[in-house]
């Protein structure tokens, strides 16, 4: 069995790496995204995305570790729902409910690591993680204001005008 610095640092290049593939789905949502809402949310969260980064190669500085990204499988997989749902021009509402999907996938993974860091004593790590961490939930509850509100209504419009 592996100590937990060791299965923190395990999490932690799945985590770099998962980041990483966001960077690049991001602006393809953002591209396919109807609403301005959604459009601006996708582009707000990739420079967010950016800083995610920074901040886990910081977390390795700080552990004394070179930065190292290991496949995450999770996220590829992710992804690559979103990347059909784009193909397949399933619209905003689909495309906010794979967003969500990434965001708990990110949440989970974040939660995990700020517990352990704080087991293992880490407090400047836990900041760094705990930052990005309100990001994640932040982005979490503005798709959720989209989708109840902007994509909503526009349903409602649509549906009005075929009675
Ligand atoms: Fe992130």
């Not at 299965?7 to 301005?36: C, G, R, S």
């Not at 900041?127 to 349903?155: G, H, R, S």
Request: proline share 1%; aromatic share 4%; with cysteine.
């Amino acid at each position: 069995m592996s100590n937990l610095r060791e299965t923190f640092i395990e999490e932690l290049k799945d985590l770099y790496d998962a980041e990483k593939q966001l960077m690049k789905a991001l602006p393809k949502m953002a591209k396919a995204a109807e609403h301005e809402e959604l459009k601006a949310g996708f582009e707000e969260h990739l420079d967010q995305t950016e800083e995610h980064i920074n901040r886990l190669e910081e977390v390795f500085k700080l552990l004394d570790e070179t930065a190292k990204s290991k496949k995450c499988k999770a996220m590829a997989g992710l992804v690559e729902e979103a990347q059909d749902l784009i193909k397949e021009e399933e619209g905003d509402a689909a495309l906010i409910c794979a967003a969500q999907k990434v965001e708990h996938y990110e949440i989970a993974s974040y939660g995990s690591l700020k517990s352990w860091a704080k087991l293992m004593g880490e407090d400047e790590i836990v900041d760094l993680l705990d930052e990005t961490l309100e990001e994640e939930k932040a982005t979490d509850e503005k798709l959720n204001d989209i989708a109840e509100t902007a994509i909503n209504v526009e349903e409602h419009e649509a549906a009005g005008k075929e009675d």
